[in-house]
């Protein structure tokens, strides 16, 4: 029979058995009476000092009949088991999500109230976790106690450090079930599912629009507010996100921590590195739905689709003529200003733009890199090979 709710007056948090109210009461009144003999450590209730005491005799009494694991404490067994069952038995009354852990379930809880109770003493910055609190409360102290073994970069906890050691091992631990994509953290994963799921239950009180993290929603928001709270102290350039001023701050010191495997090329940015990856895998994922012309970036694609359009959205601020693309635009403008950056090292004369550079530079060189596949006769440039075609073709040569 269940006992009558009891609620704590320190805080209002309600109890269903007043053994777990007696336990929540000395966070408050911060009595400690059982005491350790081994490291004289102190506790509330002399359960927890018993459960402690199996850290000093390292008696691990509760076994997994199927993966023969040990625990300490029989919750921690229990908890553990609901990895072979997949029970789930504490459920998001707002959007029905289950969890094997009660504590999960609060955590998770939070996104919808919004609740952050973990508040920082020094800047008043709130968290929805305990742990992310902690791992705040460092950059106020500039302390990184925890130092990886193999590139000695330095954390400020040690969540982060085996996080990051698995950049140097290679593990990536958290696997999607649905299309076996693995990751290395488990928030990664969790990110990565609602790609399946089409969740996105963080919506912008603004535009609405929505997203499938909260942090993502915060980056968004300063659109709105025009806010850029990241400022870099070498040029005091702001920034509305932490990533891009860490992006940023590569320029000055010159850091390109991100590697290829196949040719060892460093990029500044790990979305450079990716990009890069494509020149050796053949990837193009971003395909035009008119021609089905395929681009390894979409930036490509967004540019290659002003030809089915007809648009031109870089105009002129001198002639008012007008480009498809930023790069013609800024060659263009050279005819303005006189420009001429692409210089050749035989001769010394200056072009505009570098293909110019590469055309002339065959002048040196000899060199006749477009061959008629009718008569095999070559040229230095591709225009000069497609008036020649035309001999073939029997179309009239302008002159």
Request: net charge positive.
């Amino acid at each position: 029979m269940e006992e009558n709710p009891v609620k704590s007056e320190m805080c209002d948090q309600d109890f269903r058995r007043t053994s777990n109210f007696h336990m929540h009461q000395s966070n408050h009144t911060g009595e400690k009476p059982f005491t350790c003999k081994e490291c004289n450590q102190s506790f509330a209730f002399s359960s927890i000092l018993h459960k402690h005491q199996f850290i000093h005799t390292r008696v691990k009494p509760f076994t997994c009949e199927v993966c023969d694991k040990s625990f300490w404490h029989s919750m921690n067994f229990r908890v553990h088991q609901r990895i072979h069952t997949g029970e789930k038995p504490f459920k998001c009354e707002v959007c029905e999500k289950s969890f094997s852990q009660s504590s999960n379930l609060q955590r998770h809880q939070r996104i919808h109230t919004g609740e952050k109770p973990f508040k920082c003493k020094v800047c008043d910055k709130s968290f929805s976790q305990l742990s992310n609190l902690h791992i705040h409360q460092q950059s106020h102290t500039g302390e990184k106690p925890f130092i990886c073994e193999v590139c000695n970069k330095s954390f400020s906890s040690l969540v982060t450090l085996r996080v990051h050691q698995r950049i140097h091992t290679g593990e990536k631990p958290f696997t999607c079930e649905v299309c076996d994509k693995a990751f290395t953290q488990l928030s990664h994963l969790l990110v990565h599912q609602t790609i399946h799921t089409g969740e996105k239950p963080f919506k912008c009180e603004v535009c609405d629009k929505a997203f499938t993290t909260s942090t993502r929603l915060l980056m968004h928001q300063s659109v709105h507010t025009g806010e850029k709270p990241f400022r870099c102290e070498v040029c005091n350039k702001s920034f509305s996100k932490s990533s891009n001023l860490h992006a940023h701050q590569r320029i000055h010191t010159g850091e390109k921590p991100f590697t290829c495997d196949v040719c060892d090329k460093s990029f500044s940015e790990s979305s450079t590195l990716r990009i890069h990856q494509r020149v050796h895998t053949g990837e193009k994922p971003f395909t035009c739905e008119v021609c089905n012309k395929s681009f390894s970036r979409s930036s490509k694609l967004r540019a290659h689709q002003y030809i089915h359009t007809g648009e031109r959205p870089f105009t002129c601020e001198v002639c008012d003529k007008s480009f498809s693309h930023s790069v013609s635009l800024r060659i263009h403008h050279r005819i303005h200003t006189g420009e001429k950056p692409f210089v050749c090292g035989a001769c010394d004369k200056a072009f505009s733009c570098s293909s110019s550079l590469l055309v002339h530079r065959t002048v040196h060189t000899g060199e006749k890199p477009f061959k008629c596949e009718v008569c095999d006769k070559s040229f230095t440039q591709s225009t000069s090979l497609l008036r020649h075609q035309k001999v073939h073709t029997g179309e009239t040569v302008q002159v």
